[in-house]
């Protein structure tokens, strides 16, 4: 009798086992369910105090208290903040909820801030911060853009990933390196179900990364360059898709 229950565990762990190793691998059934109930349980990491500037702590405070309602959201680092997208989009009221400097486990910190403008879609680019500053490995920012991607989507939000952007070799010494980092990211970030990735470096880098018209310090963008992000990202903006 206690052999047939042995015979009958031992299999079922080891699909057990097998099915985990790849819900984590492949992001496939329940990797999403397993994350969503992870933040609602255990709260995130302390940000690092370094990062946490006066500015930072200041946008975080307004975006607490003042959040006119809106169709969409952007969120991400300087590259989102520094965008005008309310002129670029006028007919759509959004709300831009990006902050210089930002990380992603900044973005987890100010969630609530996110939530506020109950906006029907959020637009994320994430990940520069992460790697050039904090020197962040691949799969720990993947799964913290995951947890704000579940998060949102719990909240009934439709998520369009923008394309951790490269930076340019040419004007950034230590490029190499992070675009070895921004290109694992998004090629695990493409592959997350029911999330919209959208493929910004395929407009904006070559095999040098961001190309050199498109920036002057080798990380944010020309005005030419947001001109081509409004562009790419205008159908899913204004549309249903």
Known sequence: MKLRLILLVI????????WGVLTQRLNIFPYHQISFLYSLFLPS????ESFLSPQW???????DN???QADVVMIGDSLTD?????????????????????TTEGVLERMPG???VNAQKAFIMLGNNDFTVINEEPDVVF???????????AHGVRVYVVSTLFCNIKKLESCGAVNVKVNLLNARLAKIPGVVFIDLNNQLSDSR????????DGIHLTAEAYQVWKDTIQPFVIGRR
């Open 82 to 102: 520094w965008a005008e997208w309310q002129d670029m989009f006028p007919a759509v009221k959004i709300a831009n909820r990006a902050i210089s400097g930002d």
């Open 143 to 153: 799964g913290k853009y995951s947890r704000i991607i579940d998060l949102l989507r």
């Open 11 to 18: 299999p079922m762990l080891l699909i057990a086992f097998a």
């Open 209 to 216: 990364g961001l190309k050199d018209k498109f920036t002057e």
């Open 114 to 116: 996110i939530y506020a």
């Open 57 to 63: 702590k200041a946008r975080k405070e307004s975006f």
């Open 45 to 48: 990491s302390p940000v690092r």
């Open 66 to 68: 003042f959040h006119p």
